[in-house]
Protein backbone atom coordinates (compact mmCIF):
# COMPACT_ATOMS: atom_id res chain seq x y z
CA UNK A 1 0.00 0.00 0.00
CA UNK A 2 1.39 3.63 -0.50
CA UNK A 3 -0.21 6.59 -0.17
CA UNK A 4 0.89 9.82 -0.84
CA UNK A 5 1.35 12.55 1.38
CA UNK A 6 2.71 16.44 1.91
CA UNK A 7 2.64 19.29 -0.71
CA UNK A 8 2.11 16.38 -3.50
CA UNK A 9 -1.15 15.30 -2.17
CA UNK A 10 -2.32 19.16 -1.35
CA UNK A 11 -1.71 19.91 -5.57
CA UNK A 12 -4.26 16.35 -6.50
CA UNK A 13 -6.38 17.28 -3.81
CA UNK A 14 -6.80 20.53 -5.88
CA UNK A 15 -5.01 23.40 -3.44
CA UNK A 16 -2.50 25.66 -5.28
CA UNK A 17 0.68 23.63 -3.91
CA UNK A 18 3.89 23.83 -5.99
CA UNK A 19 5.49 20.36 -4.64
CA UNK A 20 9.56 20.08 -5.08
CA UNK A 21 8.97 16.42 -4.31
CA UNK A 22 7.11 13.71 -3.61
CA UNK A 23 6.23 12.29 -0.09
CA UNK A 24 4.84 8.50 0.26
CA UNK A 25 4.28 6.25 3.11
CA UNK A 26 4.24 2.99 2.29
CA UNK A 27 4.12 -0.56 3.67
CA UNK A 28 6.52 -2.00 1.24
CA UNK A 29 10.06 -2.15 1.72
CA UNK A 30 12.21 0.22 -1.27
CA UNK A 31 14.94 1.48 -2.74
CA UNK A 32 15.33 5.35 -2.78
CA UNK A 33 15.30 6.93 -6.12
CA UNK A 34 15.75 10.73 -6.67
CA UNK A 35 12.64 13.25 -6.00
CA UNK A 36 10.16 10.62 -4.10
CA UNK A 37 10.68 10.87 -0.08
CA UNK A 38 8.98 7.21 0.85
CA UNK A 39 8.71 6.12 4.60
CA UNK A 40 7.93 2.90 5.68
CA UNK A 41 5.14 2.64 7.92
CA UNK A 42 3.15 -0.36 9.11
CA UNK A 43 0.16 -1.95 7.22
CA UNK A 44 -1.89 -1.16 10.28
CA UNK A 45 -0.82 2.59 10.47
CA UNK A 46 -1.57 2.89 6.78
CA UNK A 47 -4.62 0.99 6.95
CA UNK A 48 -5.66 3.82 9.75
CA UNK A 49 -5.24 7.21 7.57
CA UNK A 50 -8.14 8.43 5.82
CA UNK A 51 -7.30 8.32 2.09
CA UNK A 52 -9.49 9.23 -1.35
CA UNK A 53 -8.13 7.42 -4.92
CA UNK A 54 -7.34 9.87 -7.49
CA UNK A 55 -6.30 8.41 -10.64
CA UNK A 56 -5.39 5.19 -8.80
CA UNK A 57 -4.06 6.02 -6.27
CA UNK A 58 -4.63 6.46 -2.50
CA UNK A 59 -3.77 10.38 -1.13
CA UNK A 60 -4.41 11.46 2.24
CA UNK A 61 -7.39 13.13 2.32
CA UNK A 62 -7.29 17.16 4.28
CA UNK A 63 -7.81 16.18 7.30
CA UNK A 64 -5.16 13.41 7.34
CA UNK A 65 -2.75 16.04 6.09
CA UNK A 66 -3.73 18.80 8.81
CA UNK A 67 -3.16 15.44 11.49
CA UNK A 68 0.00 14.87 9.50
CA UNK A 69 1.51 18.49 9.59
CA UNK A 70 0.12 19.15 13.31
CA UNK A 71 1.90 15.95 14.83
CA UNK A 72 5.08 16.86 13.82
CA UNK A 73 4.74 20.57 13.61
CA UNK A 74 7.81 21.40 16.15
CA UNK A 75 9.94 19.31 13.68
CA UNK A 76 8.57 21.22 10.68
CA UNK A 77 10.35 23.52 8.28
CA UNK A 78 9.69 27.08 8.89
CA UNK A 79 7.91 28.08 5.96
CA UNK A 80 5.18 26.14 7.67
CA UNK A 81 4.96 27.70 10.66
Known sequence: ???IVGSTALKLLGFDSNPQDMDIWTDVHFE???G???VFMPTEILSS???I???NTLVATLD????IKASH??????KWA
Open 32 to 34: SKG
Open 64 to 67: ALYT
Open 49 to 51: VPT
Open 1 to 3: MEI
Open 73 to 78: MAWANP
Open 53 to 55: EIN
Open 36 to 38: IDR
